[in-house]
């Protein structure tokens, strides 16, 4: 095997490549739903375990294979129009010289001009509706998201092709309107012939509410749980990555994978970072990877300090039990020990801590986890000895079982 110099991790935006390990079945599933018409597909797992890579590999294969498909990313959308100038910019790029003609013939369709801005990186010009359209009523702004979709329907039909387009981060569209917004889409996405829908998002429980009984989307998409990958196929890439430029894991993946799992980009980062500490040559072993974690959490102990700091004497308490406590958070004497309130108030905070993706709930919703390895390591090296605690850095009270979620 070559070695190579190079880091032989990537953490950063969508990763494709030598950088990019498993999701084959996933990958498949995702190009046969965006290269079928009138399919819909909802992709819904977790952060951090590889959905938007894996997005972004099926739909540039599609599109090395001379078919037709691209992403439009809502995570920061805050209006239907915003929502409407992602999946504008985005098909623009896939139909190359023939997006002039496209966007030339859609404003002729809409109530709201369209402009064209030069991204200034890439020279390319950025169709978007006039920013009028932002604060207009919500039904005119459904009416041009829906004459962008219609129109791409209507030009896939002339080609003789599918069209395939990926939401990425689906349940923000929640935030535009509300149910109205999802029947209305709903009703538009199921007229279309030569569209295809790939859904996906990070907060499983949004999702599952939106595709709920008596909800807009229900029985609309075919559902597909993106789960973390098979821990022995992640240590092993990881070691053998390791390997590539240099170095000997001496179990360094597998702990990796136990210490920094499940979520992908987490591990990654773990080994990422004990690459960078690692002298060609050198044995990775587990004080490697403890010396490697114990520098992220230096690394991101500023944030750390200043989340802790805005919170109450109470939900800081509860943190503590999280990292420290090995029995149920709602016990006498888990509360006892932590100076917890009652149990119902403890229940309520901890149900707060999931909204803000602090903490996660285990695969069966009996306990709970830091949805941040590292912040639970900040959490044991920096707060703990305050009540007379001591831990290792990567104690896990807590240990999720997504790995083994049925």
């Given at each position: 095997?070559?070695?190579?110099n190079?880091?032989?991790?990537?953490?950063?935006?969508?990763?494709?490549?030598?950088?990019?390990?498993?999701?084959?079945?996933?990958?498949?599933?995702?190009r046969?739903?965006?290269?079928?018409?009138?399919?819909?597909?909802?992709?819904?797992?977790?952060?951090?375990?590889?959905?938007?890579?894996?997005?972004?590999?099926?739909?540039?294969?599609?599109?090395?294979?001379?078919?037709?498909?691209?992403?439009?990313?809502?995570?920061?959308?805050?209006?239907?129009?915003?929502?409407?100038?992602?999946?504008?910019?985005?098909?623009?790029?896939?139909?190359?010289?023939?997006?002039?003609?496209?966007?030339?013939?859609?404003?002729?369709?809409?109530?709201f001009?369209?402009?064209?801005?030069?991204?200034?990186?890439?020279?390319?010009?950025?169709?978007?509706?006039?920013?009028?359209?932002?604060?207009?009523?919500?039904?005119?702004?459904?009416?041009?998201?829906?004459?962008?979709?219609?129109?791409?329907?209507?030009?896939?039909?002339?080609?003789?092709?599918?069209?395939?387009?990926?939401?990425?981060?689906?349940?923000?569209?929640?935030?535009?309107?509300?149910?109205?917004?999802?029947?209305?889409?709903?009703?538009?996405?199921?007229?279309?012939?030569?569209?295809?829908?790939?859904?996906?998002?990070?907060?499983?429980?949004l999702?599952?509410?939106?595709?709920?009984?008596?909800?807009?989307?229900?029985?609309?998409?075919?559902?597909?749980?993106?789960?973390?990958?098979?821990?022995?196929?992640?240590s092993?890439?990881?070691?053998?990555?390791?390997?590539?430029?240099?170095?000997?894991?001496?179990?360094?993946?597998?702990?990796?994978?136990?210490?920094?799992?499940?979520?992908?980009?987490?591990?990654?980062?773990?080994?990422?970072?004990?690459?960078?500490?690692?002298?060609?040559?050198?044995?990775?072993?587990?004080?490697?990877?403890?010396?490697?974690?114990?520098?992220?959490?230096?690394?991101?102990?500023?944030?750390?300090?200043?989340?802790?700091?805005?919170?109450?004497?109470?939900?800081?308490?509860?943190?503590?039990?999280?990292?420290?406590?090995e029995?149920?958070?709602?016990?006498?004497?888990?509360?006892?020990?932590?100076g917890?309130?009652?149990?119902?108030?403890?229940?309520?905070?901890?149900?707060?801590?999931?909204?803000?993706?602090?903490?996660?709930?285990?695969?069966?919703?009996?306990?709970?986890?830091?949805?941040?390895?590292y912040?639970?390591?900040?959490?044991?090296?920096?707060?703990?000895?305050?009540?007379?605690?001591?831990?290792?850095?990567?104690?896990?009270?807590?240990?999720?079982?997504?790995?083994?979620?049925?």
């Amino acid at each position: 095997m070559a070695v190579t110099n190079e880091n032989p991790f990537r953490i950063s935006g969508t990763v494709h490549g030598q950088f990019f390990t498993d999701r084959d079945a996933e990958l498949a599933r995702i190009r046969a739903a965006l290269l079928e018409p009138s399919h819909k597909l909802l992709l819904y797992g977790p952060r951090r375990i590889g959905k938007t890579s894996t997005l972004a590999n099926a739909v540039a294969a599609i599109n090395k294979g001379k078919g037709f498909a691209f992403m439009a990313d809502l995570s920061t959308v805050t209006t239907i129009t915003d929502m409407a100038n992602k999946v504008m910019t985005g098909a623009s790029v896939i139909l190359g010289r023939s997006a002039t003609r496209w966007i030339r013939d859609l404003a002729g369709k809409l109530q709201f001009a369209i402009k064209m801005t030069p991204d200034p990186i890439t020279g390319a010009m950025v169709p978007s509706l006039d920013v009028t359209a932002r604060d207009a009523a919500r039904e005119d702004q459904q009416r041009a998201l829906e004459g962008v979709l219609d129109s791409l329907d209507g030009l896939a039909a002339q080609r003789g092709v599918t069209l395939g387009l990926v939401f990425d981060e689906f349940q923000e569209i929640g935030r535009l309107g509300g149910e109205n917004v999802e029947w209305h889409l709903r009703g538009v996405m199921q007229r279309h012939q030569h569209l295809s829908y790939v859904a996906a998002g990070s907060k499983p429980s949004l999702l599952k509410a939106m595709v709920g009984k008596g909800r807009a989307f229900y029985q609309l998409f075919t559902p597909l749980h993106f789960r973390p990958i098979e821990r022995h196929h992640l240590s092993d890439w990881i070691d053998s990555r390791m390997d590539s430029c240099g170095l000997v894991p001496m179990g360094a993946g597998a702990t990796c994978v136990a210490w920094a799992g499940p979520r992908t980009r987490d591990i990654v980062r773990l080994a990422r970072k004990c690459v960078d500490r690692a002298p060609t040559g050198s044995h990775v072993g587990t004080d490697s990877v403890l010396a490697a974690f114990l520098e992220i959490i230096d690394e991101d102990a500023d944030f750390f300090q200043t989340s802790w700091a805005s919170l109450t004497s109470q939900q800081q308490n509860l943190l503590r039990a999280v990292a420290g406590a090995e029995q149920g958070l709602t016990t006498k004497d888990v509360r006892g020990r932590f100076g917890l309130d009652a149990s119902g108030t403890v229940t309520n905070a901890l149900t707060a801590f999931v909204g803000q993706d602090r903490l996660v709930r285990t695969a069966y919703g009996s306990t709970y986890a830091f949805d941040n390895p590292y912040e639970r390591g900040w959490v044991i090296t920096r707060t703990l000895a305050d009540i007379g605690m001591v831990q290792t850095p990567t104690f896990i009270a807590s240990p999720t079982s997504e790995y083994d979620e049925p």
